[in-house]
């Protein structure tokens, strides 16, 4: 079942992630650079701007989803030391109980 949810989940984020590149990144880029659209770029009838420009989309996608994922774990590790700590805490013995009830009835009589 999670692995099914993982595969939605990704599908829609992958999505996003190229609506990002397609929609924002690269004007952006293009900005500086003054052309991001490689795949015009051909020599002698080989179309290798295709594979550049899909080459250049993926790595932007990996990317964020690897900065998604990080961000993520570091969430769930902040999670899990919080549960440690409260977990450190050992709780009292029965002998130590006892002696605080016994001090508390020494400090009602005096």
Not at 49 to 56: D, K, P
Not at 57 to 67: E, T, Y
Not at 76 to 97: I, M
Request: glycine share 6%; aromatic share 10%; hydrophobic share 55%.
């Amino acid at each position: 079942m999670d692995l099914a949810v993982g595969v939605i989940i990704g599908a829609a984020f992958g999505k996003i992630v190229t609506s990002l590149v397609t929609d924002i990144i690269t004007p952006v880029l293009a900005l500086f650079v003054g052309k991001v659209d490689f795949s015009e770029l051909k020599y002698k009838g080989i179309m290798y701007g295709n594979f550049i420009q899909s080459a250049f989309d993926f790595l932007i996608i990996a990317f964020s989803i690897f900065m998604f994922i990080r961000i993520i774990s570091k969430l769930n590790v902040k999670k899990q030391k919080a549960a440690l700590v409260e977990e450190a805490q050992p709780a009292p013995t029965t002998e130590d109980l006892l002696k605080e009830i016994r001090d508390l009835l020494k400090d009602k009589q005096a």
